[in-house]
C-alpha cells in the first residue's frame, strides 16, 4: 500500500526527488534483502495507525518533514513500491520519488557487510534515470526538460560511509584525507549525473554529530566521540567546496547545503530552547543510555512515553519532534544553518 502524498493547495508545491540513507528512506529496504529495516514496531508508534512503514522514527521522519515544509502531508512513496505496484506507475512518478536506503552511502560497497543489500546513491541515481525516461515519455522531451529543472532534489548521504571508515579503516588501507578525497570525487561524479540528467536544484544535508548519537556514547561514558565529530566537520568543508565547483561550472546548477552539524550542536547545547528534555538518551533501544541495541519490541526494548522530549528517538536517528526542528530551520533558517540559501529560497 504506498503512502498518501498530496500536495495541500495553498501553494504550488515543487516535485521531489529524495536521495540518501535512514534519515530519508521511507521503505525501500522492505524491498530488498537488507537487515536494516524499520518495518517492525516500535518504529512507527506514531505514524497514522502506527504503522511501521520502514520510517526509523517514531513517526514521520526528516524526508517527510521537509517534504510537509514544502506542502505535502509527507515523503513521497518509495521508488521500489512503485515499480512493484505498477498501477499507475507513471501517473506517481510526476509527484515525487523518494530513493533513499538505510545504511547506503557516496561509496557502492558502504553498508554492505553491516546491512547486506543496500541501495547505494550511484544505484539511485540510475533508478532515477528510469523514472526520467519514463516522464520524457509521458510529457514529451522539452517539457520533461523543463519539469526536471523546477523539481527539488533533496539529498542526505554521507554518515554510514564515516562509520565504515571508522569502523574498518584497516580494510580500507587510506588515511582519512584520501578516503575524504574518494567520497567528494565520487558525491561529485553522483551530483554531475544528476545534473546531466535535468536536475538543477539540490537541497543537501551535511552529516549531523555522529560521535554524539547514542550508539557511540553508549559505549564512551556517555561523552561524545571527537574523531566521528571531526570527520563531519571535514565532511561538511569538502561537499561545500564540490557545490561551489558545481555551481560555477555548470548553468542554473543551484543548491542549498544545510550544516546539520552546527543545527544538531544548537540542539544539544541548548535543549530546552527548542522544547527538549533529553539529548543523550535514545527514547527507545536497549541497555546504557537505550544505545547498545535497536528499538525492537521482539527484543524487548525500552520505550519511553513522551517521545516529543527526546532528540534521538533509536540509537541513531532522530525522533518525529527533532526531524520537524530540523526541517523548519532547512526551510527557514539563516546562513549560519543553510547556505548560501534556505531550502524555501531554493524553491522559488
Known sequence: MLDIYVANEVKAAPTLFIFGDSTFDVGTNNFINSTAKANVPYYGIDFPYSVATGRFSNGLNTADQIAKQFGYQRSPPPFLALEKFQNGFKQNILRGVNFASAGSGILSQTGQKQWQEVVFFGKQVQQFAQVRGNITQ????????????????LISTGSNDIFDFANNNTEFHVGVEEYLS????????????LYELGARKFGILSVAPIGCCPAVTSGNGGNCVKPLNDFAIVFHRAIQALLQKLSSGFEDFEFSLANTFEMTSDLLKSPSTFGLKDTQSACCGLGKFNGEGPCLKSLNANLCKNRDDFLFWDWFHPTEKASELAAVTLFTGGKEFVSPKNFGQLAC
Not at 574518494?182 to 549525473?193: A, E, G, P, R
Open 138 to 153: 509521458i510529457l514529451g522531451a522539452a517539457k520533461a526538460d523543463s519539469f526536471i529543472s523546477k523539481a527539488v532534489f
Open 182 to 193: 574518494i567520497l567528494q570525487l565520487t558525491y561529485f561524479s553522483h551530483l554531475k549525473n
